[in-house]
T-cell receptor
């Protein structure tokens, strides 16, 4: 079945640093979504991408839809402590909109 | 951002018991989804519900699971005879726009089967 591979699995960074993470697949996806999850809570939508090559920003977050449609990237600039959490990529899995999630990148930020 | 609430926030049940998890979107939507997340793992799709019927389901969604929208507002997930491996967070999600695939998740119900 379709699978998404996220890397890195975890990151420990200093406050103020920039962060990059990515999501790759052997299958083509026509839609990519990025979510953030805090412990014990539901995923919160950060950015949605619909076109290959598309670059979209949401505040300090920027995500890109890879040209091959098999990957996506998320960058966070000037990280702050509240950026801590798990970041999931998700690809559109079927015609009814069900999402396939990656295993997540756990971000820790040292003040 | 559309708001979704879920009840209960935590449910503890014994193996073999039936549980009903509830999702209450604040406003009317067409597309509903249930996902689950076993502790420390990724979010997995269970079922999608459109126009008051199941539109797609995963291999996880076997005969012990069912969904319905009994009163046009609440959206429920029933597990008929719970197993230990059903212990997980269960998330309801709504998709407010037919043209786009953005989904908004509720806070989840933590199900613990003992």
């Amino acid at each position: 079945g379709q699978q998404l591979n996220q890397s890195p699995q975890s990151m420990f960074i200093q406050e103020g640093e920039d962060v990059s993470m990515n999501c790759t697949s052997s299958s083509i996806f026509n839609t990519w979504l990025w979510y953030k999850q805090d412990p014990g809570e539901g995923p919160v939508l950060l950015i949605a991408l619909y076109k290959a090559g598309e670059l979209t920003s949401n505040g300090r977050l920027t995500a890109q839809f890879g040209i091959t449609r098999k990957d996506s990237f998320l960058n966070i600039s000037a990280s702050i402590p509240s950026d801590v959490g798990i970041y999931f990529c998700a690809g559109l899995g079927g015609s009814q909109g069900n999402l396939i999630f990656g295993k997540g990148t756990k971000l820790s930020v040292k003040p | 951002e559309p708001e979704v609430t879920q009840t209960p926030s935590h449910q503890v049940t014994q193996m073999g018991q039936e549980v009903i998890l509830r999702c209450v979107p604040i406003s009317n939507h067409l597309y509903f989804y249930w996902y689950r997340q076993i502790l420390g793992q990724k979010v997995e799709f269970l079922v999608s519900f459109y126009n008051n019927e199941i539109s797609e389901k995963s291999e996880i969604f076997d005969d012990q699971f069912s969904v319905e929208r009994p009163d046009g507002s609440n959206f429920t997930l029933k597990i008929r005879s719970t197993k230990l491996e059903d212990s997980a967070m269960y998330f309801c999600a709504i998709r407010p726009d037919r043209a786009f695939y953005e989904q908004y998740f509720g806070p989840g119900t933590r199900l613990t089967v003992t």
